[in-house]
Nanobody, 121 residues
Framework: QVQLVESGGGLMQPGGSLRLSCVASLSIFSAYSMAWYRQAPGKQRELVAWIPHRGNTNVADSVKGRFTISRDNAKSTVFLQMNDLKPEVSAVYYC???????????????WGQGTQVTVSS
């Protein structure tokens, strides 16, 4: 059974930093592309960043330069470093284990429970 467990969310002031972690119980973690999504109240879930099993990372334009995705295959963990936080990034953040196809991320039904990020003064 696949499990993804996110952690690291919280309440932060604007300009602060957070690092989200997602530990995955996957038989071959290194074979999966991994992604972070977010969903704010009343909005659709959107892709924030993804990292292939091999190759360059991809980050949404709205957070480029402030968010960085990385992975540690030995620990089956994917991270999202979030710097210079702004109120508009407040959302529940989810990780997903998926695949890459023609340069795009393809999500699967493997989702974590989410971790809340709130940025407010």
């Amino acid at each position: 059974q696949v499990q993804l467990v996110e952690s690291g969310g919280g309440l932060m002031q604007p300009g602060g930093s957070l690092r989200l972690s997602c530990v995955a119980s996957l038989s071959i973690f290194s074979a999966y592309s991994m992604a972070w999504y977010r969903q704010a109240p009343g909005k659709q879930r959107e892709l924030v960043a993804w990292i292939p099993h091999r190759g360059n990372t991809n980050v949404a334009d709205s957070v480029k330069g402030r968010f960085t995705i990385s992975r540690d295959n030995a620990k089956s963990t994917v991270f999202l470093q979030m710097n210079d936080l702004k109120p508009e990034v407040s959302a529940v953040y989810y990780c997903n284990a998926g695949h890459q196809a023609t340069g795009q991320y393809v999500a699967t039904n493997y989702w974590g429970q989410g971790t809340q990020v709130t940025v407010s003064s």
